[in-house]
């Protein structure tokens, strides 16, 4: 694969731009789901991302263009619909276009990033396409992480739909388990929703999603308001405790959705990550912030 160079210039616009649209824990993924290469650059805010684009510019495994465009994409494509929001984003598209043209390249809808003068196809569009195919995973794990890393993705062209069809908007906890169980579906021929637990104090719960096969659980919580959101630990302190009482499960998988950034340090909730011991069973859990 021959990776095309970022220049500095690029990198810091772009960089200047995303990083407004979240906090690191959301642009992480978005990066992570986007194909940057390695772990997140361990920097401040307004440096991480521009870095983290020229680092992805210097691999040559990466197709550094797909990234960038993956990157954009949302941005790129989404109109605010308030006016005031408006300008400051055409404001920022202009001065995207215009680093990119500088680099004699050019953003396409849907993600695409072509040199100037490249032709867009259908054949080519086939080729770009074949690209975006991720490597077949080689375990279930690596599978759910893609589906959950790429939540946020997946929702976008849901959300914001051609002309004349119906929007489908992500608002509560039910709307993302529907959505992450279509994703899984294709991948893991068992996956039963709203499985019971054992008992725990008294107290029995259903889990969202349990893969028996792979002796995994999906729990998903989704940030209705402030208030909620400084409950959500202690949720999943208690969840914990279920699941460990399971005895098909060891392996703990916890997706946070969190769309309008309620969260305040969504990072704590890492401190629940690692292994969770409950007599002689024990259970590995990992956590993941989705925002919008």
Aim: with cysteine.
């Amino acid at each position: 694969m021959k990776n095309t160079r970022l220049s500095r210039a690029l990198c810091k616009i772009v960089g200047d731009v995303i990083q407004t649209t979240g906090g690191h824990p959301a642009l992480d993924a978005l990066f992570a789901s986007s194909g940057a290469p390695g772990e997140p650059p361990a920097l401040a805010h307004h440096s991480k991302w521009k870095e983290w684009l020229f680092r992805t510019g210097q691999d040559p495994a990466v197709d550094s263009l797909q990234v960038l465009g993956n990157v954009l994409e949302e941005y790129m494509d989404t109109r605010p619909t308030d006016a005031a929001d408006q300008a400051q984003w055409n404001e920022n598209k202009l001065r995207i276009e215009a680093a990119l043209a500088e680099d004699g390249l050019r953003y396409f809808r849907l993600g695409r990033v072509l040199p100037v003068g490249q032709a867009t196809s259908t054949q080519d569009d086939g080729q770009i396409a074949a690209r975006l195919v991720p490597a077949k995973p080689d375990s279930v794990d690596e599978v759910i992480l893609v589906v959950i890393q790429g939540l946020r993705r997946a929702m976008h062209p849901l959300t914001y739909r051609r002309k004349g069809a119906e929007q489908l908007r992500f608002a509560n906890e039910y709307d993302v388990q529907d959505l992450l169980h279509a994703l899984l579906r294709p991948w893991v021929q068992d996956v039963r929703p709203e499985e019971y637990t054992p008992s725990y104090a008294g107290k029995s719960t259903r889990m969202d999603f349990l893969l028996p096969a792979h002796e995994l659980v999906i729990e998903t919580k989704c940030v209705r308001d402030r208030q909620h959101a400084k409950g959500v630990g202690d949720e999943l302190i208690l969840d914990i405790a279920h699941y460990a009482a399971h005895p098909t499960c060891k392996k703990l998988w916890c997706v946070v959705y969190d769309p309008e950034h309620l969260f305040m340090n969504p990072e704590s909730l890492k401190d629940l990550e690692g292994k969770h011991k409950k007599g002689n069973r024990g259970i590995d859990v990992r956590v993941f912030v989705v925002h919008k």
